[in-house]
């Protein structure tokens, strides 16, 4: 009499578990295998996020995160929502204008960088002034057009 226990086991059955054991751990390995350029690629892209972060960009760095780490619909949320924040060249500006002041903070400490900035300022100011003088010349224009006298300020003496 045999033990109720007792198995009898051919040995195509034992070549089929061999095999199965085989596969199911060179199926795990390559699941669970680290993929580094993938990884690689990742922490670069997380630099340039904190680098955005850093230039007062968050709204940029907010977008390429959700690319980094492959979020499709927060990526959606996050366009849809800069969509709904800009919709005037007046909005774009606000938005840009905490990247513009940290831009100019920073190009001033570069001392090649400075004189080109406060010289293009007062090219700016002399642009601005020009304009105010044009203005003034065409009311003045205007109103003796219309026949009112025009008197100059006199300066005292």
């Given amino acids: 009499m045999t033990p109720l226990f007792a198995l009898t086991v051919a040995p195509t059955t034992l070549v089929l578990w061999g ?3 085989v596969l199911g751990l060179f199926l795990g390995q390559r699941w669970f295998q680290k993929d580094e350029g993938r990884e690689d690629r990742d922490r670069e892209r997380n630099a340039v996020v904190r680098i955005l972060e850093a230039a007062k960009m968050p709204r940029m760095a907010d977008i390429l995160e959700c690319v980094v780490v492959r979020d499709w619909s927060g990526l959606l949320r996050e366009c849809v929502s800069l969509r709904k ?14 990247n513009f002041w940290y831009q100019l ?10 004189p080109k900035i406060v010289q293009k300022v007062e090219d700016l100011k002399d642009i601005e002034d020009a304009q105010d003088a044009r203005a003034q010349k065409a009311l003045i224009d205007k109103l003796t057009a219309a026949g009112h006298t025009i008197t100059p300020p006199t300066t005292p003496s």
């Fill in 85 to 98: 924040e800009v919709k005037t060249e007046a909005d774009l500006l606000r938005l840009l204008n905490d």
């Fill in 105 to 114: 903070e920073q190009r001033m400490k570069d001392d090649d960088l400075r």
């Fill in 19 to 21: 095999a199965l054991i």
